[in-house]
């Protein structure tokens, strides 16, 4: 397992961007996929993107064209930009890691940060 913490969260108006970053403390992600979720309050939590150990990315359809994960070449941190925000993106945003990218997206990962708020006002 990795530890991991995630931060750029906050508050935005409908249509504006932030930026998540993930950190694996004291290590490098170069041997995981990283994935984000989010849970809203009085939802589950669910996969909204994913990036392999190889770079393929994989989103829910609710944020395509809006969401783009990333990695940076050092392998560590990963980034959720997000664009063109909606007030339905209201979540706490959580990053997990994994070797298997299939392990993230499935939302089994057995390491997870913290999470982070994001509220987007309309």
């Known amino acids: 397992q990795v530890q991991l913490v995630e931060s750029g969260g906050g508050s935005v108006q409908a249509g504006g961007s932030l930026r998540l970053s993930c950190a694996a403390s004291g290590r490098t992600f170069s041997s995981y996929a990283v994935g984000w979720f989010r849970q809203a309050p009085g939802k589950e939590r669910g996969f909204v993107a994913a990036?392999?150990?190889?770079?393929?990315?994989y989103y829910a359809d609710s944020v395509k064209g809006r969401f783009t994960i990333s990695r940076d070449s050092a392998r560590t941190r990963a980034y959720l930009q997000m664009n063109s925000l909606k007030p339905e993106d209201t979540a706490v945003y959580y990053c997990?890691?994994?070797?298997?990218?299939?392990?993230?997206?499935?939302?089994?990962?057995?390491?997870w940060g913290q999470g982070t708020q994001v509220t987007v006002s309309s």
């Open positions: 990036v392999s150990r190889s770079g393929s990315t």
């Open positions: 997990a890691a994994d070797p298997a990218m299939s392990t993230v997206v499935a939302g089994l990962s057995g390491s």
